[in-house]
């Protein structure tokens, strides 16, 4: 593999510079930014559906939609009322750039939180800064308690893990304290919430957690 | 994007070319090879240490497992008494170059069957060719109906896409009608079987094609 690490190097190298650029540029105008990243059908565009609506008015919202194909992601979030953008990209992972210009599409009325669900994909998003703020890795309890440990990277850098599905739980075979143990000896300063987006069985502390952090941005703390 | 795709043509047009001579290579010793791909936690190494056992003394077996980190999986293939080579990679995929090396490992002894276990990631291995008879994409149910749409690269390519966790169907939300009519619309070729690698319903269907598909390959059919 010594090709495709040499190769990556310029490119990750150019990425940070166009992150930080978004960072800088999203700050400036007080946009909080927040990455959402999972493996496929975690609940990505579900939890985000549960949790907009109670917002309330208290931000105005924005999501940026990254999918290998279709937009039915895109669609789901319109339906609850929110502005969304959709890249279709053929990669695995967004990047920077497409952030970029993604996020111009809501110039005319910026965004105070701009959520980007990125694409189903546990390894590569990992590596790709895109100049947000808050780090959300979203898990599903059902693919079972090994998995920090196995995906660590992506686990590691987060602010917030959450455990979704967890109404699943008793008939999946899985121990939720070994889960636990395994995103905390991974993970240590990560906030971590168990719940379930479909029943929305522990959304309110999760939705709590994240108004003080978007709150907390957006005051350039 | 257009850096990376300008560095990843090489790469892909060189892995080709090792994944050619895996082909060739296996095919010649009569060891039939299959390429097992997923999301991570969808049930990879379950469905192997169910599968193998079932074999019986029909096929001398061997496995491959990739991963970013850790050699649970190795270890627990070991258990069922079947050799096991663990490959650990920073990279998201496998390639035909990795596999090359790691069916070396297996050189004092040939098995007449090898599986190759991928890293958790339903985008970036349907890239990479490694030289492999049979392309299987496992899918835990839970993920979603709308799956094969949103990554249908992997399903297109699949000889075979397995369905499992389908035990926990009636608690999960999601209508396998629906979910069996996306992975046909997408991949209208490939054989497809519901089953729970973890209670076992559904795994002799499995078994028997697999063992059928393994016997066309290595009488060179």
Redesign the interface.
Known sequence: ?S??VA??T??LR?NDEYAAENRRWFTERGIAVVNIMS????GKTTLLEKTLPMFGERFRCAVIEG????D?DAERIRRVGVRAHQIN?T??HL?A??VQGAAETFIDALPQVLFIEN??????PASYDLGEHLKVTLF?V???A??P?????MFRMSDCVVLN?A??LP???VALEELLANVHDVSPVAAVFTLSA?TGEGLREWVDWLSGKIGEVRAGR
């Not at 694409?119 to 590569?124: E, S, T, Y």
């Not at 440990?149 to 990277?153: D, E, F, G, H, V």
Request: overall charge positive; charged content about 35%.
């Open positions: 593999m090709e495709r190769v990556e310029p490119v150019k493996a496929p059908g975690a999918d290998l194909q279709t039915l990209t990669c695995c990047d750039r497409m694409i189903g994909n546990l390894v590569c599903s059902v693919e079972g090994d998995k440990k196995k995906y660590p990277k599905k109404d699943l008939y999946s075979g479909r």
